[in-house]
T-cell receptor, first 112, second 116 residues
Framework: EDKVVQSPLSLVVHEGDTVTLNCSYE??????LLWYKQEKKAPTFLFMLTSSGIEKKSGRLSSILDKKELFSILNITATQTGDSAVYLC????????????FGKGTLLTVNP | KAGVTQTPRYLIKTRGQQVTLSCSPISGHRSVSWYQQTPGQGLQFLFEYFSETQRNKGNFPGRFSGRQFSNSRSEMNVSTLELGDSALYLCASSPGPASGRNYGYTFGSGTRLTVV
């Protein structure tokens, strides 16, 4: 059975701090790993990673995938209160599965 | 372009009733998948449809069913509701498989179902 584990489950930081969120996975037929941010309802897409070692970057957020060690990290630098959210990691195992397997998420709270 | 639209936004139902939720994907997207989100279990896959065919189903009882129409809109139905079915139901839309390409999933805002 496909499995995605995120750590930590929750994190409280102060504005300006840098955080690293972790995601490890065990899936068959890996196709891609996706990061989402969920504030209230709809998870919003952040990154899709398919190749090892290539960093994806968007503003203060960046992410990288290690397909050999089966994990990904999401970095957020100079955190702001607006970064407070649940960050979800999901793996698309492709093949004939056509589904995303999600981790439980990391609840990030950024205090002023 | 319009995002993924889910209706209704909120629902309150009584145990034993049935409910139908609707999802309209992004224009041009042909794949719709459904997820249940609860505080204890997180996001769990329910099923996925492409071109009106269910291609995969998660580990949920037969009370959970769905369908997709020719315009790619999808509905999911839950019969004989139980208290444990209270959850946020999210639908995700994607273009569908294209040879050699990876594709992302865009989520709707969800339907919050409360069973009392």
């Amino acid at each position: 059975e496909d499995k995605v584990v995120q750590s930590p489950l929750s994190l409280v930081v102060h504005e300006g701090d840098t955080v690293t969120l972790n995601c490890s996975y065990e899936v068959t037929n890996f196709r891609s790993l996706l990061w989402y941010k969920q504030e209230k309802k709809a998870p919003t897409f952040l990154f899709m990673l398919t190749s090892s070692g290539i960093e994806k970057k968007s503003g203060r957020l960046s992410s990288i995938l290690d397909k050999k060690e089966l994990f990904s990290i999401l970095n957020i630098t100079a955190t702001q209160t607006g970064d407070s959210a649940v960050y979800l990691c999901a793996v698309n195992s492709g093949g004939s599965n056509y589904k995303l397997t999600f981790g439980k998420g990391t609840l990030l709270t950024v205090n002023p | 372009k319009a995002g993924v639209t889910q209706t209704p936004r909120y629902l309150i139902k009584t145990r034993g009733q049935q409910v139908t939720l609707s999802c309209s994907p992004i224009s041009g997207h042909r794949s719709v998948s459904w997820y249940q989100q609860t505080p204890g279990q997180g996001l769990q896959f329910l099923f996925e449809y492409f071109s009106e065919t269910q291609r995969n189903k998660g580990n949920f009882p037969g009370r959970f069913s769905g369908r997709q129409f020719s315009n790619s809109r999808s509905e999911m139905n839950v019969s004989t509701l139980e208290l444990g079915d209270s959850a946020l139901y999210l639908c995700a839309s994607s273009p569908g498989p294209a040879s050699g390409r990876n594709y992302g999933y865009t989520f709707g805002s969800g339907t919050r179902l409360t069973v009392v």
